[in-house]
């Protein structure tokens, strides 16, 4: 056949060797995964998910159906996680602190064709399977038992094929399920490691969900990089900073939360030179940050979104003090842009952050008009605030919808916690607007105290006056023992506006 006669292909329809068979076959005792007393090496992840394949295969799971995964963090979910391909179905990850409503409209809306859940969610699957009477169910344990049918298996990937479908937190409005690509993935990965550098032996440390973004990212990164993961069940502070000192945990992604607990168990001792960043993926307090730099921790603030695959923009360790309150540049494969009143923003102007780029999602499953909303002109329009610095660093302000207009001026909540939360009695902050006033709504506060420590209402309206023009200044200051955050540690704003100080946020989910 002649050069001419040679059928070329286009661009948005590459096709790669499938990432995890490459490495079972270029590294098969290297350590893919270790999750509890689980520990398997790219050889034994690659034999998982080829016995998951085969046996939804036989439970009649055909390419295109629609998986649904309602489980803890657990190797499993891994497999599953790369069985995915090798039959070209969709995994539709569910949120385990859903209710059985919740997770019973998502199953529907998405037409999952299969629901697998671990014992401890039983309840929950039955609970389920009435809402969705059609739907297959069946647990992690019975499926991994099943007699797999033997098929081909298909090695290559697809970039342009659908592999996850994400529902949205839902904190502010319906959750959508975000459809992301293989191709979102890879250049999720690639972008990633073009910032921040790879290490032949990097190790990731996952504490977040694996059913959120920021968790699933690292399992599909392990085995683009061919770099080991140590996947916790949940999060706990002692544990996390013990596999950092003793199994060389060099990237550890959390919530500043999260970061905030590990400094507060550990007290005074330094972390290993083998740990080479934590990645924040939420806003963090700059006192928060002010610690870390005087104790030597490196840490990458980052900006990201289900609807992007993870982090897009990240602020590298070197630029801590630099750049503080920033999130940093944006990844090789895309463009921030700020917008405002329909142009692009000068910088330092606030306006609707805007990303385009491969790691893009392809849209929202079953939401033709919320998509066309979201994407215009080949840009996400985000809903966040922020602007662009002078040299090009991003700064997030806010959510749009978060933000309180009080007699025509512009409240941004996330300027008042940073202030609460430089307050050395309080551990967290969450603020929202309160329409008891002539001039429309007012900011109020919600803090979570240090334990033993008692605060009262007009101390810290007065620490706030002394930082805070009077509009911005909190007209009611709760005090709780703790906010209604989603299982990525988002504070649950639209929870937060029914709550009083008299009712625990764990009522509310």
Request: hydrophobic share 45%; glycine share 8%.
């Amino acid at each position: 056949m002649s050069d001419e006669e040679t059928p070329s292909l286009p661009y948005a329809e590459q096709i790669l060797p499938n990432w995890l068979i490459r490495r079972a076959a270029t590294m098969p005792d290297r350590l893919a995964l270790s999750a509890g007393d689980t520990h398997w090496t790219f050889a034994d992840l690659d034999r998982a998910a080829r016995q998951c394949a085969g046996a939804l295969a036989a439970r009649g799971v055909m390419a295109g159906d629609r998986v649904a995964l309602l489980t803890r963090n657990r190797a499993e979910f891994a497999a599953m996680v790369h069985a995915m391909p090798l039959l070209e179905t969709v995994l539709v990850p569910l949120n385990i602190r859903l209710t059985a409503p919740e997770l019973a409209w998502q199953l529907a809306d998405v037409g999952a064709r299969l629901l697998i859940y671990d014992d401890d969610r039983a309840s929950q699957a039955a609970a389920i399977q009435h809402y969705v009477p059609r739907l297959d169910i069946v647990t992690v344990e019975n499926l991994t038992d099943t007699p797999t049918l033997d098929l081909p298996l298909r090695e290559t990937i697809d970039l342009d094929a659908l592999h996850t479908i994400i529902y949205t937190s839902g904190t502010t409005g319906h959750p959508k399920g975000a459809m992301l690509t293989y191709g979102n993935h890879w250049w999720s990965a690639v972008g990633s490691a073009l910032h921040l550098g790879l290490y032949n032996n990097d190790c990731w440390l996952v504490t977040l969900p694996l059913f959120h973004i920021n968790g699933l990212a690292i399992l599909m990164r392990g085995a683009v990089y061919g770099a080991s993961v140590i996947l916790h069940a949940a999060f706990d502070a002692a544990a996390a900073n013990r596999v950092i000192d003793e199994s060389g945990a060099s990237i550890v992604p959390l919530t500043s939360r999260m970061l905030q607990c590990m400094l507060d168990e550990r007290g005074t001792q330094s972390y290993p030179a083998t740990l080479r960043y934590i990645l924040l993926g939420d806003p963090a307090p700059l006192t928060l940050l002010d610690v870390c730099e005087r104790r030597g921790l490196p840490v990458v603030q980052t900006y990201g979104l289900t609807e992007t695959a993870s982090h897009v923009v990240a602020l590298t360790p070197a630029d801590m003090s630099r750049k503080p309150g920033s999130v940093g540049q944006p990844l090789l494969p895309l463009e921030v842009r700020i917008l405002l009143d329909g142009q692009p923003a000068a910088l330092g102007r606030v306006g609707e952050i805007l990303l385009r780029g491969p790691t893009v999602m392809s849209g929202y499953v079953n939401r033709p008009d919320a998509t066309a909303a979201v994407l215009r002109n080949g840009w996400l329009h985000t809903g966040d605030l922020g602007f662009l610095d002078d040299d090009g660093y991003l700064v997030v302000v806010d959510r749009r919808n978060n933000l309180i207009i009080c007699g025509g001026e512009q409240i941004y909540p996330a300027e008042i916690e940073a202030v609460l939360l430089a307050h050395p009695a309080i551990v967290e902050a969450g603020v929202t607007g309160s329409s008891d006033t002539e001039w429309g709504p007012s900011p109020q506060a919600w803090i979570v105290p240090h334990p033993s420590v008692s605060l009262d209402e007009t101390g810290i309206i007065a620490f706030c006056r002394e930082r805070l023009a009077q509009h911005k200044v909190p007209q009611r200051i709760n005090v709780v023992e703790a906010l209604p955050r989603t299982a990525a540690g988002k504070l649950r704003r639209c929870v937060l506006r029914t709550m009083n100080a008299e009712t625990p946020a764990s009522e509310y989910g």
